[in-house]
């Protein structure tokens, strides 16, 4: 069982800088693998990246890469997005996720994770 909790969301205008936080309850956070997604209003929820339990293999969504960034501390059952360039259409919530696998697999579908946080909102001003 592991209970997620993001953190960091907020108000920042476009061009900015955000890093949101997931801590993870539980010992056996190094078994899962870590997505963050987002969705907007009227929106489904799509992927945004994902970091293997070792953080030696990361996948992003095309329309974030080279601006955000996911990494994660085992020692601190924390996993990070560091997103900058922010942009008006990056505005939704944010939901991180946790998929158990101990290999190098990279999910990218929602209904491949096992746990979910309660979301913290980004907007992005123009």
């Known amino acids: 069982q592991v209970q997620l909790v993001e953190s960091g969301g907020g108000l920042v205008q476009a061009g900015g800088s955000l890093r949101l936080s997931c801590a993870a309850s539980g010992r056996s956070f190094r078994r899962y693998a870590m997505g963050w997604f987002r969705q907007a209003p009227g929106k489904e929820r799509e992927f945004v990246a994902v970091?293997?339990?070792?953080?030696?293999?990361?996948y992003y969504a095309d329309s974030v890469k080279g601006r955000f960034t996911i990494s994660r501390d085992n020692a601190k059952n924390t996993v990070y997005l560091q997103m900058n360039s922010l942009k008006p259409e990056d505005t939704a919530v944010y939901y991180c996720?946790?998929?158990?696998?101990?290999?190098?697999?990279?999910?990218?579908?929602?209904?491949?994770?096992?746990?979910w946080g309660q979301g913290t909102q980004v907007t992005v001003s123009s």
């Open positions: 970091i293997n339990w070792s953080a030696g293999y990361t």
């Open positions: 996720a946790a998929h158990a696998t101990s290999s190098a697999y990279l999910p990218y579908q929602p209904y491949e994770y096992n746990y």
